[in-house]
């Protein structure tokens, strides 16, 4: 199974400062067809994770723009410029190139 | 808008059977384009995909090696559904349950249910 390492693990942000967390894959994630199967989840607290970004960088329906995702390969990164108190919960990459999905450990990202 | 609604119980005893059930809104289960997940997460294991069941012209399931000998995901057309039953449970199989539909490569597990807490315990 391929693993998804995260980092840091928790994340404690002044509301409209950025944040960044890191997600590093053991095999790389860019399929044959030219895409690259990274997805970031975002799991509020008392709920199901939610889908923020798939394919590394494309924007969910109604995800806000201060959310963006990069990288290539086997390196990733989410990026949240300008943080808020909604923001609050555990963020989750996860591989959808190989059978089975599998996810990172869960970056906690609290407000000070 | 799509909806998936879980039903099932809460406590299971060790050795016997969790069974769970996704009610899905505003798709098929029968569809040529989505497949039909379980999840689940515990705090030791975190994320853990346990498998899934998809329809192309005849129905495919797949499964996570870790639970392969235990675990049957079937649809279920008539009530647009599709159930988890997980077999010779122990505690260890204690965690919140999820559902799930994969509607392509690109988005992926994009709609989940609101998830089961089921806890093995005598």
Redesign the interface.
């Known amino acids: 199974d391929i693993v998804m390492t995260q980092t840091p693990l928790s994340l404690s942000v002044t509301p409209g400062q950025p944040a960044s967390i890191s997600c590093k894959s053991s095999q790389s994630l860019l ?1 044959s067809d030219g ?1 690259t ?1 990274l ?1 970031w989840y975002l799991q509020k607290p008392g ?5 923020l970004i ?2 590394v960088s494309s924007r ?1 329906s109604g995800v806000p723009d201060r959310f963006s995702g990069s990288g290539s390969g086997t390196d990733f990164t989410l990026k949240i410029s300008r943080v808020e108190a909604e923001d609050v919960g555990v963020y ?1 990459c ?1 591989q ?1 190139i190989h ?5 990172g ?2 970056t906690k990202v609290e407000i000070k | 808008q799509v909806q998936l609604q879980q039903s099932g119980p809460g406590l299971v005893k060790p050795s016997q059977t969790l069974s769970l059930t996704c009610a899905i809104s505003g798709d098929s289960v029968s569809s040529n384009s989505a497949a039909w997940n379980w999840i689940r997460q515990s705090p030791s294991r ?4 346990l498998g899934r069941t998809y329809y192309r012209s005849k129905w495919y399931n ?1 499964y ?2 870790s639970v392969k000998s235990r675990i049957t995901i079937n649809p279920d057309t008539s009530k647009n559904q599709f159930s988890l039953q997980l077999n010779s449970v122990t505690p260890e199989d204690t965690a919140v349950y ?1 559902c799930a539909r994969w509607s392509g ?6 709609v ?4 089961t807490t089921v806890t093995v315990s005598s």
Request: charge should be neutral; proline fraction near 8%; aromatic fraction near 22%.
């Open positions: 399929h895409k199967y997805y709920q199901s994770p939610q889908l798939y394919e969910f989750y996860m959808g059978l089975p999905p599998t996810f450990q869960g | 975190g994320l853990e995909w797949d996570a090696v999820y490569r690109k988005t992926n597990m994009d989940w249910g609101k998830g």
